[in-house]
């Protein structure tokens, strides 16, 4: 049981854009920045998005972050089949001690 | 370039021990944070544990409190995780990552640990 939720699957065509969400509580989401990850099949996640919005270089502006109180969420406008892979959101946990948290992983299938 | 490569996985029987190893190189490792990350196979990322730069702060998740401790060596550019009474839950491939602005700047291409009898 993942701390913060995340849909299991989403899918879209190439050209759509879609969105993963990621809901947490006060105490991560709520009060901290959120990150997101992605894991191509067979390889290490990478870093998407930091501090909620931002776009490391490389990063192509196709994906975009955004977060409202409790909840966060990743945008992939413009699909592309290389966009397939696992995505998963982060945020620190300050409840009873520090902990980063993760969601359960959302795959993303481009049909 | 940065890179990170672990090392140290292996087969171990429940209730073993395991070190891994993190080496650093492309950059400057004494000044950042690091994290150890977890993944099951086939299941999600788990974060394990954080050092800062200074080992200053050290942070644990529940599941591995007690068990396991995280260190460092600066001079050797290297980050450790010594892995004690270990559980076939503990099974996993095992990344270590540099925090810059975010926990999990980059990651290493990770070391798999397995626990059975």
């Known amino acids: 049981q993942s701390v913060l939720t995340q849909p299991p699957s989403a899918s879209g065509t190439p050209g759509q854009r879609v969105t993963i969400s990621c809901s947490g509580s006060s105490s991560n989401i709520g009060s901290n920045n959120v990150y997101w990850y992605q894991q191509l099949p067979g390889t290490a996640p990478k870093l998407l998005i930091y501090?909620?919005?931002q776009r490391p270089s490389g990063v192509p502006d196709r994906f975009s972050g955004s977060k409202s109180g409790t909840s966060a969420s990743l945008a992939i406008s413009g699909l592309r089949s290389e966009d397939e892979a696992d995505y998963y959101c982060?945020?620190?946990?300050?409840?009873?001690?520090?902990?980063?948290?993760f969601g359960g992983g959302t795959k993303l299938t481009v049909l | 370039e940065v890179q990170l490569v672990e090392s140290g996985g292996g087969l171990v029987q429940p209730g073993g021990s395991l070190r891994l190893s993190c080496a650093a190189s492309?950059?400057?490792?004494?000044?950042?944070?690091m994290n150890w990350v977890r993944q099951a196979p086939g299941k999600g990322l788990e974060w394990v544990s954080y050092i800062s730069s200074s080992s200053s702060t050290i942070y644990y998740a529940d599941s591995v409190k007690g068990r396991f401790t995280i260190s460092r060596d600066n001079a050797k550019n290297s980050l450790y995780l010594q892995m004690n009474s270990l559980r076939a839950e503990d099974t996993a491939v095992y990344y270590c990552?540099?925090?810059?602005?975010?926990?999990?700047?980059?990651w290493g291409q990770g070391t798999l640990v397995t626990v059975s009898s």
């Open positions: 492309g950059f400057t490792f004494s000044t950042y944070s």
């Open positions: 982060a945020a620190w946990d300050d409840s009873l001690s520090v902990q980063l948290v």
């Open positions: 501090r909620n919005n």
């Open positions: 990552a540099r925090e810059a602005v975010s926990p999990l700047d980059y």
